[in-house]
């Protein structure tokens, strides 16, 4: 790209090659004209870098900046102005790389500031592909495109601000995804900041695992934040208030349930509080310890571990990721508990402080 300097070289080399992948011929000046000269108002010999034609009028217009300009609406001004006074319904701001496709969505016959659809030659995906392809010469339909802008325009500014909660959830959304499981209980400061962390990673937690769904084609984790997670949130036998797990045994917790998925349903795996640690439960049965999460020093994570003795291995661990270290012998665990019946009183382990 260091040797396309100017709009004319971005222009030869990329821009009209484009176009000519549209389906329109570019040595055709009934089809595609170059420099259309469109007047506005008082100003005289306008010129659109290139004007898209159908039955001899203008469907498509083009405003080229060099390779690697800015695409920012404020130097769109041209663009606007041919919009204005032209019959075309889509304007294009393109540097060769990104092209940046626009419509009346907002006020008839007047530009939208913001681009319903872009299309980047360097990271662009099938979706986007089938988008461009409704701007092929075999395939426009003016009616159809104007559509789907609508739709993709109010998708775009949707996903936008999805992204914004899901790096700072507001509010607002976290008092409504954790209503369910927090009735009655005062959203003061201390639990707001509380359910905004633990919101924030259930939220980039969940996006991550849709995104391994289709990488690795692995079944993902059931989200904490659905009708499971009341089983989550216990009562405390002594003060008889909600216990609410902090975010990193949240996290553990989660984990433990993903690594347990192929030998049985997450809902069968719980946590319940203790004086010093949370317990992991299957089936929320004291009998049937898991494991134990020893988080109450953040600066020292540890993990309690069963084996056929149910007697509990203590380990260290530098962080929640150490738990998939730990996957055979969770396994292991719940599986054998899945081949007994209930085991009886006399082999509950006892409570550790």
């Not at 949130?233 to 989660?254: D, Y």
């Amino acid at each position: 790209m260091d040797l396309l300097q100017t709009e004319e070289a971005t222009k030869n080399a990329m821009v009209m090659p484009f176009i000519q992948l549209l389906g329109y011929n570019v040595f055709d000046p009934l089809e595609v004209t170059p420099e259309l000269i469109a007047d506005v108002g008082t100003k005289k010999g306008e010129k659109v870098d290139y004007a898209i034609l159908k039955d001899g009028k203008p469907i498509m217009l083009f405003e080229c900046k060099k390779s690697g300009g800015d695409l920012h609406i404020n130097h769109a001004s041209q663009l606007f102005r041919y919009f204005h006074v032209t019959e075309a319904r889509f304007g294009v701001l393109t540097n060769g790389l990104t092209y940046r496709f626009f419509t009346d969505l907002e006020k008839p016959n007047k530009m939208d500031e913001k681009p319903f659809f872009e299309f980047n030659m360097l990271d662009f995906r099938e979706q986007d592909v089938e988008e461009l392809k409704k701007f092929a010469k075999a395939a426009f339909d003016l009616e159809n495109i104007l559509t789907t802008a609508n739709h993709l325009k109010y998708t775009r500014a949707i996903q936008n601000t999805l992204t914004d909660w899901m790096n700072s959830p507001p509010e607002e959304f976290v008092r409504l995804v954790s209503a369910e499981f927090l009735a009655g209980k005062q959203f003061r400061n201390a639990v707001k900041d509380q359910f905004t962390l633990i919101t924030k990673r259930a939220f980039q937690q969940l996006v991550g695992d849709k995104i391994n769904e289709r990488l690795k084609g692995a079944m993902t984790p059931e989200p904490l934040l659905g009708p499971e997670l009341p089983a989550v949130v216990e009562e405390r036998p002594v003060a008889g208030e909600a216990f609410v797990p902090s975010a990193v045994e949240l996290e553990a917790f989660q984990i433990i349930r993903a690594i347990l998925r192929p030998v049985v349903k997450p809902g069968r795996v719980f946590i319940r509080d203790a004086a010093s640690y949370c317990a992991v439960l299957f089936d929320d049965n004291n009998r049937k310890p898991i494991c134990r999460l020893r988080f109450n020093n953040e600066n020292k994570l540890v993990v309690g571990l069963f084996g056929e003795s149910k007697e509990e291995e203590r380990i260290a661990i530098s962080g929640v990721d150490d738990l998939f270290d730990f996957a055979d012998r969770l396994s292991a665990c719940v599986a054998g508990y899945l081949k007994t019946p209930t085991a009886a009183k006399a082999d509950e382990p006892a409570p550790a402080t």
